[in-house]
Each structure stands twice: as structure tokens, then as C-alpha cells.
């Protein structure tokens, strides 16, 4: 097979039911090439091992990787405007995650019209790799879109693929093209195709409207999950299905509730005499570990088996212990707790054995969230009225600050281990808040890449989800 002779791109026929798209449609074309050794810095072969991943995304952090996105070609006008806009979406991705340079258009030498790039063209640019695509419209709303990924030295193609679905998916197209393309060349998952749940806050300080609200993960799709009612709090995504569970104040009873987003209803998980908080869902789904607090202000930390809505009681110290995250193995639980007389991070087993304190810092230690990796616990840090988000090993070793600021707090993992998401606050000028704003940042775990994301309204207590199925 020469480079002239590119087969034809087998289909991923996706369904086209909101965000029911199908990874496991992916197909690669029969083309789809291993990087070679000159480009090996930057890039890693699909079967890399994560020592080695993690080598070559920390260079591409140094010296990210220049990629050129041209615009989708379209059949049509309909096609051409959406394969800007795909192409568009890529970019935004790619760049957004400090890993890739974007060239920019204005450099471009031309438009590539045959099915083989001009590589010389690309290569005067200063690419490595490149992008190609093409979108036809195939009727009754549906389209097509195939692309392309090269590497430009060798002018060989890496990834051919191609995707049919419901013509409104186009912007879920294009967050699993850059998944691929992430994987593809760094060696490791991507984090695009996914979705961040939080709280919209709105309104006067002293009343704060606190709503359920739902995006994906580069703030588009914004939706309100709630209507602000009842103040809502502490998201957290099932690991397999369309549900969150999270606090809420309905009744002026602080439970946990389970919201599921296909059917929109909400359910109290449990009938506990105490108020219940701090959920999270363990690793298989078919649990939740949350807290609940005591008549004497204490707090405790239980399971709830989903199926038959049983608990079980984890801690009894006579101390506050809230915030548990399970390890992704789920063989442990990393929480919070005063019981040795001031707010540290204890690691315990799953059935509550064996609890061990592992923040041994200057400060008081919080919300701790265990990396989909299992290699980090990130967690919120206050001292000397300094807030702080910071990641350790589990063992509470590597201790690293990551992001420190008048108030910061609530960290939460990409899918992918790569980026950390929380919320920061600035502070009001007054009593009546003038000034005050509550915005969401993303950070890479090596403490570079900060950046705000777009929200609507004041944004607090993110949860990344996972990527979807």
C-alpha cells in the first residue's frame, strides 16, 4: 500500500440521542500507522506504557506540539459552515489543554483539495501534525464526517476515521476527534468528551440562588438542573450512568438526593435522622459513601448500597469525618477528619479498617478527591488564611501546591488523571458583595495551564464526569 493509495474509511454509525453517541463505534482506518522514531519525543504509540506517557506528555508541556487544523471541507453550504465549526471545537480543545500549538490559519500555504496532503506545505509551516476532514450532509438531519490525522516528516497518516450521527451531535463529533488525537499523540486518554456538573450561584450574596447546573467540559451545553428552590450542593457523577447525587436543602432537610438526567427526577438516598453530605459514588456504581452528621455535631461516614437503599456505618471516632472519595480500585477511602484535634486527610480501608492520617503539612487539610490514576489525592489546604490546591501520593509523600489564592477550593480529576478542576472565589468590597465573583479554573497536575472556564453565572463545587460511553 503506497501513501496514494488510502483505503476507504470504515463508518462509526452513532446514535443521535443527545449524548448517546457510542465510543464503541469508533472505527480506524486500515491506513492507521505507528509514529516514527523522529517524532517519538513528542509522540507515543496507542500500546505505551504509562511510565512512558507520562515522559512524553511532560515534554509536550515543555515543547507542545505544533499541529495545523485546517477547515472541514463541506459539500454543501450547510456542511462547509459545520465543518468550521468542528474544526473549530478541535482547536479550542487542543490548545486549551497547553499540550499542542495551534498554527495559525494565516500561515497556511493554501487548501489541500486532494485525499493526501501536500506535506511540503505543512512541513514550511513548522507542523508536525496535521488534521484533515470533510462533512457531507446525507439527509433528514443526519451527516457525515470523516477525518484524517498525518504526521507531516514522514508524510505517513496515523488515524483515519469516520462518523455518521444526527447532524446536533456535530459538537460531540468533535470532542471525540480530539480524543483521538490526544491519545494518538501523547500516549494517553483524552478528557474532551466529557461533562462537568456544578453549582450556578446567582443573585445577592445574602441570598444566593444555588442551582443544579450541567456543561460540557469546555462550558458549552449549559443547562440548570434545578430551578434554585432549594439550595443544591456537592455534585458528584455516577461512574457508568446518566445519574449525579448530591446535597440538597429541600425542606429545609440538608440530604442527599440522586438526580437522573434522562427522566430529570430526583430521589432522597435514605432516610437518615442526621443531615446527610459529601457523596460519592464507589468505583463499581452500585454504592454511595457519604457522611451524616450526630445530635452532639459530630459527623460519621456510611455506605448506602443502591439496590436495596441499606446502610452502613464506616467511622464512629466521635470527631467530624466527611468528605470520603473512594480509591479507584475501590479498596480504599480517602476522607477528612478533626479527631486529631484539627482538620487532616486519613486514608482508610473501604470497610472502614485501619484508619491512617497522611497530611502532615503546615495547615488545615479538606476535600479530598482521589486521581482516576490512583498515583494522587488532590485536596484543598488552608493556612495562614492563605487557601491552597494541592495534590499528594496516597501515602501522603510528594506533597506539591498547585494553585494558591484568597479562596480556592473543591478540586475534582479529569477522567484522564491530566487536569485538575476546582472553583475560586474573590473577595467583596462590601456587605453587599460588590466585587464578589465564584469562577471555575482548570489546572494541569504539574501546576502549569491555568485557566478559567466560561460559566454563565458564579461557578463552585465542580465534578467531572466520565467520558462518555
Not at 447525587?245 to 437522573?260: E, H, K, L, Q, T
Not at 472519595?325 to 476522607?335: E, L, M, N, R
Request: hydrophobic share 35%; net charge neutral.
Amino acid at each position: 500500500m503506497t501513501q496514494s493509495e488510502i483505503p476507504a474509511l470504515p463508518l462509526a454509525d452513532l446514535n443521535a440521542r443527545g449524548f448517546s453517541i457510542s465510543r464503541r463505534g469508533l472505527a480506524v482506518g486500515a491506513a492507521a500507522l505507528i509514529l516514527p522514531n523522529r517524532l517519538y519525543a513528542q509522540t507515543a504509540p496507542a500500546s505505551a506504557s504509562p511510565a512512558d506517557s507520562a515522559i512524553v506528555v511532560d515534554r509536550a508541556r515543555i515543547d507542545p506540539i505544533p499541529i495545523a487544523i485546517p477547515v472541514f471541507a463541506g459539500g454543501d453550504s450547510v456542511a462547509q459552515r459545520m465543518g468550521n465549526d468542528i474544526a473549530g471545537v478541535i482547536t479550542n480543545n487542543l490548545a486549551r489543554s497547553g499540550l499542542f500549538r495551534t498554527i495559525d490559519p494565516a500561515a497556511f500555504i493554501g487548501q489541500d483539495t486532494n485525499d493526501v496532503p501536500n506535506f511540503a506545505n505543512w512541513k514550511g509551516i513548522g507542523a508536525q501534525a496535521l488534521v484533515t476532514g470533510k462533512v457531507d450532509s446525507q439527509g433528514g438531519n443526519k451527516l457525515r464526517v470523516e477525518f484524517r490525522l498525518w504526521d507531516v516528516l514522514p508524510g505517513q497518516q496515523i488515524q483515519g476515521t469516520a462518523y455518521s450521527a444526527d447532524s446536533t451531535n456535530w459538537r460531540r463529533i468533535a470532542h471525540i476527534i480530539s480524543d483521538v488525537i490526544y491519545e494518538r499523540l501523547l500516549g494517553e486518554k483524552g478528557y474532551f468528551d466529557t461533562r462537568v456538573c456544578y453549582i450556578a450561584g446567582s443573585g445577592p450574596r445574602d441570598r444566593r440562588v444555588k442551582r443544579l447546573a450541567i456543561m460540557d467540559q469546555d462550558g458549552e451545553n449549559n443547562r440548570f438542573l434545578t430551578d434554585g428552590t432549594w439550595i443544591a450542593k456537592t455534585p458528584r457523577f455516577h461512574p457508568s450512568q446518566d445519574k449525579v447525587a448530591f446535597m440538597s436543602y429541600a425542606n429545609n432537610r440538608p440530604r442527599v438526593y440522586m438526580y437522573d438526567l434522562d427522566t430529570q427526577r430526583q430521589s432522597v438516598l435514605g432516610d437518615f435522622s442526621g443531615m446527610t453530605l459529601s457523596p460519592r459514588f464507589a468505583p463499581d456504581g452500585n454504592s454511595v459513601v457519604m457522611a451524616q452528621t450526630t445530635p452532639g455535631g459530630n459527623a460519621d461516614i456510611y455506605t448506602v448500597d443502591l439496590a436495596s437503599r441499606r446502610s452502613h456505618q464506616l467511622t464512629n471516632s466521635g470527631s467530624i469525618d466527611v468528605s470520603p472519595c473512594y480509591s479507584p480500585d475501590g479498596t480504599q477511602i480517602v476522607f477528612n477528619s478533626d479527631r486529631g484535634g484539627d482538620q487532616q486527610l486519613y486514608v482508610m480501608g473501604a470497610d472502614g479498617s485501619n484508619p491512617r492520617r497522611i497530611s502532615f503539612g503546615n495547615g488545615r487539610y479538606g476535600t479530598p478527591v482521589w486521581s482516576p490514576r490512583g498515583d494522587l489525592i488532590a485536596y484543598t489546604r488552608l493556612f495562614e488564611s492563605t487557601f491552597a490546591i494541592g495534590v499528594m501520593r496516597p501515602d501522603g509523600s510528594g506533597e506539591r501546591i498547585l494553585s494558591e489564592s484568597f479562596y480556592v477550593e473543591g478540586p475534582t480529576f479529569a477522567p484522564n488523571g491530566r487536569v485538575i478542576m476546582f472553583w475560586r472565589e474573590t473577595p467583596a468590597r462590601d456587605n453587599r458583595g460588590t466585587g464578589f465573583s465564584a469562577r471555575l479554573v482548570s489546572i494541569d497536575i504539574t501546576g502549569f495551564n491555568e485557566r478559567q472556564i466560561p460559566t454563565p453565572t458564579d461557578a463552585s463545587e465542580p465534578a467531572w464526569g466520565p467520558l462518555l460511553a
